[in-house]
T-cell receptor, first 111, second 116 residues
Framework: SQKIEQNSEALNIQEGKTATLTCNYT??????LQWYRQDPGRGPVFLLL?????KEKRKERLKVTFDTTLKQSLFHITASQPADSATYLC??????????FGSGTRLSIRP | GAGVSQTPSNKVTEKGKYVELRCDPI?????LYWYRQSLGQGPEFLIY????????DSGLPNDRFFAVRPEGSVSTLKIQRTERGDSAVYLC??????????????FGPGTRLTVL
């Protein structure tokens, strides 16, 4: 069956370090992948999109990689700040409606 | 401009009752999605509208769940004979161009449904 796995444990990072979150998937061939941020009591907020033919995408302190051979995406936050603390979700798309979200990774940045 | 809004923000109901959850998408967005999110999980796809029609309702768990979007804007998710297992946060999202694979989805804050 189709499955998405994100870091199962919460991630605790010292401020200023790089946080790396993992998204692995099986039995799925996504056309593209998105990363969202979700704060408690709020809906997810879009961060980055990467297509299947792209290896890497950057936006300010954020970087996403997409390896369709390994079936894995990595999400990096460089120079992390306490304000980056949130849950980060990856979502795989193969069509306009076939969308699967991972369960998310809770990231905490300590000062 | 205004984002996606959902009402009510919280709904507590008794088992067996009927509930309606409302979503107001961003003006001009033709695609609208409903998701359900349980604690510690990611959003689970329920239904996708393209304009007024339900383009994909394969995520609706059973026939107690139904959604409409009669004028291609506001959508209502309807749940009949609610069960305790329906308790979750129901999220709505909209995007600008329907049918495109690459649209960013804008999410509302969700409605927290509790079935006692």
């Amino acid at each position: 069956s189709q499955k998405i796995e994100q870091n199962s444990e919460a991630l605790n990072i010292q401020e200023g370090k790089t946080a790396t979150l993992t998204c692995n998937y099986t039995n799925y061939s996504p056309a593209y992948l998105q990363w969202y941020r979700q704060d408690p009591g709020r809906g997810p907020v879009f961060l980055l999109l990467i297509r299947e033919n792209e290896k890497e995408k950057r936006k300010e302190r954020l970087k996403v990689t997409f390896d369709t051979t390994l079936k894995q995406s990595l999400f990096h936050i460089t120079a992390s700040q306490p304000a980056d603390s949130a849950t980060y979700l990856c979502a795989l798309y193969s069509s306009a409606s076939k969308i699967i979200f991972g369960s998310g990774t809770r990231l905490s940045i300590r000062p | 401009g205004a984002g996606v809004s959902q009402t009510p923000s919280n709904k507590v109901t008794e088992k067996g009752k009927y509930v309606e959850l409302r979503c107001d998408p961003i003006s001009g967005h033709t695609a609208l999605y409903w998701y359900r999110q349980s604690l510690g999980q990611g959003p689970e796809f329920l239904i996708y509208f393209q304009g007024t029609g339900a383009a994909d309702d394969s995520g609706l768990p059973n026939d107690r769940f139904f959604a409409v979007r009669p004028e291609g804007s506001v959508s209502t998710l309807k749940i009949q004979r609610t069960e305790r297992g329906d308790s979750a946060v129901y999220l709505c999202a909209s995007s600008f161009r329907s049918g495109s694979l690459y649209n960013e989805q804008f999410f509302g804050p969700g409605t927290r449904l509790t079935v006692l």
